[in-house]
């Protein structure tokens, strides 16, 4: 079995508002759930606008699977027209 976990920053040059915010980040946090079965959680910058961090964990039979997975996530994040990456940090435990 291995883990990986995932740390995403996120930047949103359009949100005005953390509502804004917030829209971004649910939006792009669901679609990795769905496409990955990810856990996902928001981690940092919750009271800045224009800014997310994203913590993401993923399980799997071995790092190959995991490897596959990530570049997945990778892909998700950067189709997401409204929020650029800032950081994607990647930890396999």
């Known amino acids: ?3 990986v976990v995932l740390t995403i920053e996120l930047h949103i040059p359009a949100a005005g508002s953390l509502k804004a915010k917030r829209h971004v980040v649910q ?3 669901g679609r990795i759930r769905s496409r990955c079965a990810a856990a996902v959680a928001e981690t940092g910058h919750q009271d800045v606008w224009q800014r997310a961090a994203l913590e993401i964990a ?3 039979s071995s ?7 990530v570049e997945l996530v990778r892909k998700i994040v950067d189709d997401c027209g ?3 990456v800032a950081s994607f940090t990647v ?3």
Do not use: I
């Open 91 to 93: 930890d396999y435990l």
């Open 1 to 3: 079995m291995a883990v």
């Open 27 to 29: 939006s792009v946090a």
């Open 58 to 60: 993923l399980v799997g």
């Open 63 to 69: 790092r190959t699977v995991l490897a596959k997975q």
């Open 82 to 84: 409204d929020a650029e």
